[in-house]
């Protein structure tokens, strides 16, 4: 049985891992998994803590969807703000949402990200 990674040690082996960059989240899971082997993690907790880390820059590839309902970040999970633009009259304008916790923006239409590219700042 495996037993659960610490924050520390994830942070440890992504950054021993990230010599070069890492074009989706399952291949940095497989890599960060065999530096860890007798320790396990998840997908969903291993993009969180390197959302967390300040060395690891992440570059997010986003689609869009048909549904405008948005509450929740798709990949922090914490809340948006509505982020506002001024027209040429001076007016406030919706324009779009940005996320509290890991500065993820959006336009109004909903989008979801669908690629994650990692890489050491």
């Known amino acids: 049985m495996r037993r659960i990674a610490s924050d520390d040690q994830i942070k440890n082996a992504l950054m021993k891992s990230l010599q070069n960059s890492v074009k989706t989240l ?3 899971h497989r890599i960060v998994s065999k530096r860890l082997y ?3 993690v998840s997908l969903k907790r291993l993009k969180l803590v390197a959302l967390k880390t300040k060395e ?3 570059k997010i590839k986003k ?3 048909k549904s405008r309902y ?3 970040c798709p990949v922090c999970g ?3 703000e509505k982020k ?3 027209d040429v009259f001076g007016k406030k304008n ?3 949402y940005v996320c509290k916790e890991c500065k993820f923006s959006i336009g109004l239409m909903l989008e979801i990200p669908y690629r994650y590219i990692f890489s050491r700042k």
Do not use: T
């Open 70 to 72: 948005v509450k929740n």
């Open 56 to 58: 690891i820059d992440i």
């Open 38 to 40: 007798p320790y396990a």
């Open 78 to 80: 914490s809340e948006f």
């Open 63 to 65: 689609r869009v969807l």
């Open 84 to 86: 506002y633009g001024i």
């Open 94 to 96: 919706h324009v779009g």
């Open 26 to 28: 399952s291949e940095l």
